[in-house]
């Protein structure tokens, strides 16, 4: 079968995005005269304080994760699709849906749908329940409901190989229907110019201090500062804990995208040892800025870091080699900008949005456009045999 000529004409499901992340894939879609439409299904105000009264739970993280796993609340942003699917009927060639909180619609008039996430929740249970504090009744409810969506789905796009096995794994997709393209990074450099990595200056991003190993880095960089008693580490994201800081660490708090570029520009070296990461874009926005970066062996992480040359991989939760990893590069200047130059040429090569775009609409075109006459038939992931039924229609049910 000859390939398509064609990128296809793509509408887009996703959720509105502060962050910004999802926003610049639809960008490069738009630039490449290939996006339909972008769809960000709202909830009211009185819909989603029915959802928030049903979920209530004395602990607030309990209460937020019930909310957010909800089979009212997916239900009733996948009627908010449908709605829009209606006014988009007949101007796209196929959906490409962005994480699977939804389901693409009830009816799409035979068009074939995509699903591009980074994240399972097979994932989630397995390294980080923490992450999801649901029952094990409402985690199995909630793969099942996943399973329809990516069952019923032509590809599954996602971010990264890590995803991709849980994908077929966990989930019984098709080898053949399941494709990591990546994802890009969100701020960088246009050339790294003449960076300076005279300061042995370590850079912390992260909101979610526990999960990315923020106990561990506190730990080890006790070490690192009796042997390197210059270095610096900054804390960009949490909010600051009570109490006095160990020497050489400034914790700046909660950072807008503009005060990050700055910081990521300031620092010599990125640090983030999370315990569970299914991608880590401040990973990529780090080597972006020619920073190498310190991260673990667990998730999506080795396949960010080439361990050795844009960064080291370390055991999670374990400060020592933490520390041995921490002191070897801000300890040598001239590693870091080595390093540095390494991570920067990776994602200049092959890790900017433009480059996803481009590997998100060669797997559509592939897997839902016709070459020649053939059609090619949507729903071909083995999930939808197990799970059953249309996906839309599975969250009407739940």
Known sequence: MSPPTHDPRVLVLRQADPTARQSQLVLELDRRSALAGDVQPQLT????????????????????????????????RTKSVQRALASHRGDHDVILQIQTLFAPGFDR????????TDNTMALTRRHHPAWAP????????????????????????TYSEFARRSAIEDYGCSPDSVVAVGAGANQMLDSLGEKDYASPRALFVGFEFERKGGAALLDAWQHVRASVPAAELVIAGPPRPDGALPA????????DREALGVLYRSATLFVMPSLFEPWGHAFVEAMGHGLACVGTTRCAMPEIIDDGVSGRLVAAGEPAPLADALIELLSDSAKRATMGAAAYA??????????VAERVLASLAAHTLPAHGTETAPGSNGAARRAGGDPGARAALR
Do not use: C, K
């Open 45 to 76: 105000r009185p819909e989603l304080a029915l959802v928030l009264a049903r979920s209530i739970h004395p602990q607030l993280n309990r209460w937020r994760a019930q909310a957010g796993f909800s089979s009212t609340i997916a239900r009733r």
């Open 109 to 116: 008039a035979g068009v074939p749908y995509a699903i591009y």
């Open 134 to 157: 649901i029952s094990d009744r409402r985690a199995a409810a909630w793969m099942d409901y996943e399973a329809s969506i990516f069952g019923e789905a032509a590809v599954v796009l």
């Open 248 to 255: 050489g660490v400034v914790w700046v708090g909660p950072s």
């Open 346 to 355: 990776t994602v200049r090569r092959e890790r900017r949005w433009s480059h």
